[in-house]
């Protein structure tokens, strides 16, 4: 006697990306319990990331105390930029992935001595769309926008925009030189997200970038401040 | 490529919810518009991951939630496949809004049979 087999359909309602999520939540706890405020950077592929962290580094030299993790599909080259002006620097190589994910922050931060650090600027791999849907246990989202890029990027990145903290807008000194239509970007920005804050910034000529910084310390006392608000209950 | 990651980590989750010795049949999942997944692309990477697995052969069913469109002119309020899109009032630049689900919702499975 044989058994025919039985089909079954069995309902549930769980996120994919579960796993990934529940190691960023992790990371995140100990960031907040450490006091450090997390900035991951996304942006297009010669955007200007690594080139902005260059410019950051300099300008909070003394001020604050970074730690910098930058993913690549190849080559150490940003994390020898970023090491000139940071002596914590770790490069993430990501072979094939498009895009960081929580397990390789995790793994990296192991590399970093967290004693003293007070910022943590994670550049993830130059891409504006996979890697906003994967959490790494940042306190903010960046999304970097440049003008060279031209102006419908952000249209076609609705991701991006709705889930970014704050949005920069790069390369604000070739102006001039390009057919950007700015007010376009603008009205496309806040079609898809009314609130999240834009700033226009140059990080190779200094145009914008004291806004930038003013940006992350307020918001890094902000959160300071929220946490220890859970914190009292 | 983005889709691959979620292939493997879907086929990690339904692996694990699958009854041991079950042959996995069908996959549904639901998938908001914001997360900008290509259903033929994730079918491919599924189709890679579950290679020589229980769950090899078995189908993909993505439901892709639409945009819900609102206007601010009119109020009307549709749903579309696109973000950007004009509505019949004249007013071009009504306002996208888009889920970001990506959640597991069923699995079907043979189970037993000797």
Not at chain 1, 92 to 113: F, K, M, P, W, Y
Not at chain 2, 66 to 95: D, H, K
């Amino acid at each position: 006697m044989s058994e025919p087999a039985r089909t079954l359909r069995l309902p549930m309602v769980e996120r994919v990306l579960e796993a990934n999520d529940e190691i960023a939540d992790e990371t995140r706890d100990e960031l907040a319990r450490r006091g450090i405020f997390a900035i991951d950077l996304i942006g297009a592929p010669g955007s200007g990331k690594t080139a902005l962290l260059e410019a950051t580094l300099q300008l909070l030299k003394g001020r604050r105390r970074p730690a910098v993790l930058v993913g690549d599909l190849a080559t150490r080259r940003d994390g020898d930029r970023l090491a000139r002006w940071c002596d914590q620097v770790v490069q993430i190589s990501t072979g094939e992935g498009c895009h960081l994910e929580a397990n390789q922050v995790r793994d990296a931060l192991r590399q970093v001595d967290l004693e003293g650090v007070d910022l943590l600027f994670i550049e993830n791999v130059g891409n504006l769309i996979c890697p906003v849907g994967f959490d790494l246990g940042q306190t903010a989202k960046v999304g970097m926008f440049s003008l060279t890029e031209g102006d419908d990027k952000a249209a076609k990145h609705p991701y991006l925009v709705t889930a970014a903290d704050l949005l920069l807008l790069n390369k604000i000194d070739l102006a001039p030189h390009l057919s950007f239509d700015r007010v376009g970007f603008e009205a496309d920005v806040r079609l898809l997200n009314p609130r999240v804050p834009m700033l226009e910034v140059s990080a190779t000529s200094g145009q914008g970038l004291e806004r930038w910084i003013a940006w992350i310390d307020r918001a890094s006392v902000a959160r300071a401040s929220a946490a220890r608000g859970q914190a009292l209950g | 490529m983005h889709e691959f990651s979620i292939a493997e980590a879907l086929a990690a989750q339904v692996l694990a919810h699958a009854p041991a010795g079950a042959r996995v049949r069908g996959i549904e999942i639901v998938v908001g518009a914001l997360r900008g997944l290509e259903p033929d692309a994730l079918r491919t990477c599924w189709d890679a991951v579950t290679f020589g697995t229980p769950m090899a052969g078995s189908t993909l069913e993505v439901d892709l939630r639409p945009w819900s469109i609102r206007c601010s002119s009119c109020g009307r309020e549709w749903s579309s496949p696109v973000p950007f899109v004009a509505c019949l009032c004249g007013n071009s630049t009504p306002a996208p809004v888009g889920g970001d689900e990506l959640d597991l919702v069923a699995i079907t499975v043979d189970e037993g049979g000797t």
